[in-house]
């Protein structure tokens, strides 16, 4: 299984209930799908560079998950189809950066505490 990292932006206009709905479904669609999840963030409402569907703000998501190579295409299929998604990215994550993004959770939550 390959360790991939994913950041997508929902549609502004949507209610905070729709917004848990939306990240509900992709994890579940992940986790189906023999994925496991690695660990999400949720970096909340931000300003775009520029404007997406005629918006200037989205909501932002990151995924970072393990799964077998035949599910990236059909995530971002699922992507495509939801209209409540505006973008989304999905990178593979090299050893470096896996490194990197763990060192960047002990971070994260050494803020917290």
Do not use: C
């Not at 997508?8 to 023999?34: A, C, D, M």
């Not at 970096?43 to 932002?60: D, M, R, T, V």
């Not at 599910?71 to 950066?97: C, G, N, P, Q, Y």
């Amino acid at each position: 299984m390959n360790h991939y990292e994913t950041v997508f932006i929902l549609n502004p206009v949507l209610s905070e209930t729709q917004v848990k709905e939306t990240v509900i479904k992709f994890e579940e669609f992940i986790t189906s799908r023999g994925g496991e999840m690695v660990s999400k963030e949720d970096w909340g409402l931000k300003k775009l560079a520029y404007e997406i569907q005629h918006k200037k703000s989205g909501f932002y998501h990151l995924f970072e998950f393990k799964a077998p190579g035949e599910v990236i295409l059909s995530l971002e299929t699922e992507f495509r189809r939801d209209e409540r998604v505006m973008r989304f990215l999905t990178v593979t994550l090299d050893k470096h950066a896996i490194s990197w993004a763990e060192r960047r959770r002990e971070k994260l939550k050494s803020k917290k505490a």
